[in-house]
C-alpha cells in the first residue's frame, strides 16, 4: 500500500491552521436576536416554551437591548403581543401599539442597535390566522390582508423600525408594503421578507410565546408545503421583484437544501430562522445532559452559515455571541 500523498490531516493538526483554512465563519454580526414585547410596567415574563427568553414591558426592554447590543449582535426582531385582538388585528397598526413604542423608545435608547420588527396578523386578530377574512366566512381575503399588512409596516417604519420583515405569506405583500413605504416617504425602510415559510410542526413553542395559535384550522393555504423546493425559488423570485431587500428561509437547519439552492439562485443576502421548535429541541435535550448544548447550537448555526445564510435569526444569539466574542 503506498503512502498516501493526499492528506488532508495536514492542515487539522493544529487550532492555528484549523482556524486558517475554516471556510466558514460564525461571529456575532451574522446573529439576530428575537425579542417579545407585552404591554404594561416592569414585566419580565419568563416563557415557558422558550427556555431563557422572556417576554419583556417596554420600560424594562430597553436594557434588555443594550446588553444584547453590547454582545455585538446584529440586530433584534420584534414581535408584539398587544392588549386586544380582533377580526382584523386593529392593533398592530396603532402608532401606539407595542411594537411602535417599542421601536421609538429601542430607537432613544440605543441608537446603534437595528431594529426589524415582524409583520404579521395572527397575533392580533381573535382568529389567529395572518391575514384578514372575508367577511362572514373563514376564507382569507388576500387583497385586504396586503392592504393591512401595509399598514403595519408603515407604522412600524414611522416609529423607527429599519427593516420590517413580513411573516404573513400572503401573495404580493412585499409590493403592497414597498408602494406603502414610499408613498409615505419611508424610503429608507428595508424589507426582509420570510419568502420562505413552510407550514411547519418546528413552530410549536413560539406560538404558546406570543400567543398566535390559529382558533381553527391551520396555515397550509397560505405557507409552504415542506415538499416543494422549486416552489421556494419562485417566491424569493416574486419577492424580490416586489422590492424585497433582504429574503428569509424558516425554519432553519432541516431546510439547509432550501437555503443553499436559494443562495445560488440570487445575490440579495439571505437570512434563515433557527425556529422555536429547533431551539427547544437543544434546549430540552442538553437539560437531559445527552447533548453539550452550547456546542450543538454553535455547530448548527455554523452549518446554516455553511449551507449559505448570511445572517440568522436565533433565540440563541445574545448568549452565542457572547461565547464568540
Ligand atoms: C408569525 C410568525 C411565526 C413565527 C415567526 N413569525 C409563527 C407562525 O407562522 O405560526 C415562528 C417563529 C418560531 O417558531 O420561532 N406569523
Known amino acids: 500500500m503506498a503512502y498516501p500523498t493526499e492528506r488532508p490531516r495536514r492542515l487539522r493538526q493544529s487550532l492555528g491552521i484549523r482556524r486558517m483554512v475554516a471556510e466558514t ?8 436576536q428575537p425579542l417579545f414585547v407585552v404591554p404594561g410596567r416592569q414585566i419580565q415574563q419568563p416563557i415557558p416554551t422558550l427556555s431563557g427568553i422572556s417576554q419583556w414591558s ?41 411594537v411602535q ?24 386578530t381573535d382568529h389567529g390566522h395572518c391575514g384578514v377574512m372575508t367577511h362572514g366566512t373563514q376564507q382569507i381575503d388576500n387583497a385586504a390582508s396586503i392592504a393591512r399588512l401595509a399598514e403595519v409596516a408603515v407604522s412600524h417604519a414611522a416609529a423607527g423600525a429599519h427593516i420590517v420583515a413580513p411573516s404573513d405569506m400572503m401573495d404580493g405583500r412585499v409590493g403592497a408594503i414597498r408602494q406603502g413605504l414610499d408613498a409615505a416617504g419611508l424610503n429608507d425602510a428595508a424589507i426582509l421578507s420570510y419568502a ?100 450543538v447550537m454553535r455547530e448548527s448555526l455554523l452549518a446554516i452559515r455553511r449551507a449559505g ?13 457572547k461565547i464568540l466574542a
Request: glycine share 4%; aromatic share 6%; hydrophobic share 45%.
Open 101 to 124: 413604542q417599542a421601536c421609538r423608545a429601542l430607537r432613544e435608547a440605543v441608537p446603534t442597535l437595528t431594529i426589524i420588527t415582524d409583520v404579521c396578523l395572527c397575533a392580533y
Open 25 to 32: 465563519t460564525l461571529r456575532p454580526e451574522h446573529l439576530i
Open 309 to 321: 445564510a448570511d445572517v440568522i435569526i436565533t433565540y440563541a444569539a445574545a448568549d452565542v455571541a
Open 58 to 98: 417596554v420600560d424594562r426592554l430597553t436594557d434588555e437591548a443594550k446588553r444584547i447590543a453590547d454582545t455585538g449582535v446584529a440586530a433584534v426582531l420584534l414581535f408584539g403581543i398587544p392588549a386586544h385582538k380582533d377580526a382584523i388585528g386593529s392593533e398592530a397598526s396603532m402608532a401606539q401599539g407595542i
Open 196 to 295: 420562505v415559510k413552510y407550514a411547519s410542526a418546528f413552530y410549536g413553542p413560539f406560538r404558546a410565546a406570543q400567543d398566535s395559535t390559529p382558533q381553527w384550522g391551520d396555515r397550509k393555504t397560505y405557507q409552504m408545503d415542506p415538499a416543494n423546493m422549486r416552489e421556494a425559488l419562485r417566491e424569493v423570485r416574486l419577492d424580490i421583484a416586489e422590492g424585497a431587500d433582504l429574503v428569509m428561509v424558516k425554519p432553519a437547519l432541516p431546510y439547509l437544501d432550501i437555503i443553499h439552492a436559494v443562495r445560488a439562485q440570487v445575490d440579495v443576502p439571505i437570512a434563515a430562522y433557527q425556529v422555536s421548535g429547533e431551539y427547544a429541541m437543544i434546549k430540552a435535550a442538553a437539560q437531559q445532559q445527552l447533548i453539550d448544548g452550547d456546542a
